[in-house]
């Protein structure tokens, strides 16, 4: 059971704004940082948001993250087909002394 | 080209032993982190073990502490994982990916995976 609790699945339709939320405690999301991961059917993981709400380079500006307290949020503007995919947040513990990531997001657009 | 390449994966008996492979090239290999990731099939993301990029530093998660041991050689660039009395439940895609400085959750740069099966 993971520590990092998000929904198991989300939907929107071509265009619609889908928020995904990722829920920890004091000793994850409270005092470190959250990144998020995209995974497209059948591939690896790639690293979506770092520290918070900052973009690699290659990232649409459609996806954005945010951070407050012990939650943490990732949002997808403008959605689009090729957005279908499991999203995942990860934080480190400072409690376990390891990564945590959360259960994951199953992305549908409809 | 900057890329990570995993080897070893295979099946294996319940109690027997495995080591994995992850060669690194592209980036100066010393200077990063470097992590183990598992996916079981049809589940989601599980970390797995932690390495300093001087080698000197690990962590694991909890169900792995003991049995998996995490190394690196950074005169081959490479990372191992020696996995030792498997269980059915560490059948898994297993990732390795490179961790940045300051943040072991910020994992910039995964291998395409190799599948570990535990069975009899």
């Known amino acids: 059971q993971s520590v990092l609790t998000q929904p198991p699945s989300a939907s929107g339709t071509p265009g619609q704004r889908v928020t995904i939320s990722c829920s920890g405690s004091?000793?994850?999301?409270?005092?470190?940082?959250v990144n998020w991961y995209q995974q497209l059917p059948r591939t690896a993981p790639r690293l979506l948001i770092f520290n918070n709400n900052q973009r690699p380079s290659g990232v649409p500006d459609r996806f954005s993250g945010s951070k407050s307290g012990t939650s943490a949020s990732l949002a997808i503007s403008g959605l689009q087909s090729e957005d279908e995919a499991d999203y995942y947040c990860?934080?480190?513990?400072?409690?376990?002394?390891?990564?945590?990531f959360g259960g994951g997001t199953k992305l549908t657009v409809l | 080209e900057v890329q990570l390449w995993e080897s070893g994966g295979g099946l294996v008996q319940p109690g027997g032993s495995l080591r994995l492979s992850c060669v690194a090239s592209?980036?100066?290999?010393?200077?990063?982190?470097m992590t183990w990731v598992r996916q079981a099939p049809g589940k989601g993301l599980d970390w797995v073990s932690v390495?300093?990029?001087?080698?000197?530093?690990?962590f694991y998660a909890d169900s792995v502490r003991g049995r998996f041991t995490i190394s690196r050689d950074n005169s081959k660039n490479t990372l191992y994982l020696q996995m030792n009395s498997l269980r059915a439940e560490d059948t898994a895609v297993y990732y390795c990916a490179k961790a940045r400085t300051g943040s072991y959750s910020w994992l910039d740069l995964w291998g395409q995976g190799t599948l570990v099966t535990v069975s009899s």
């Open positions: 390495i300093s990029g001087s080698g000197g530093t690990t």
């Open positions: 592209g980036f100066t290999f010393s200077s990063y982190g």
């Open positions: 990860a934080a480190w513990d400072d409690s376990l002394n390891g990564v945590l």
């Open positions: 004091s000793s994850n999301i409270g005092i470190n940082t």
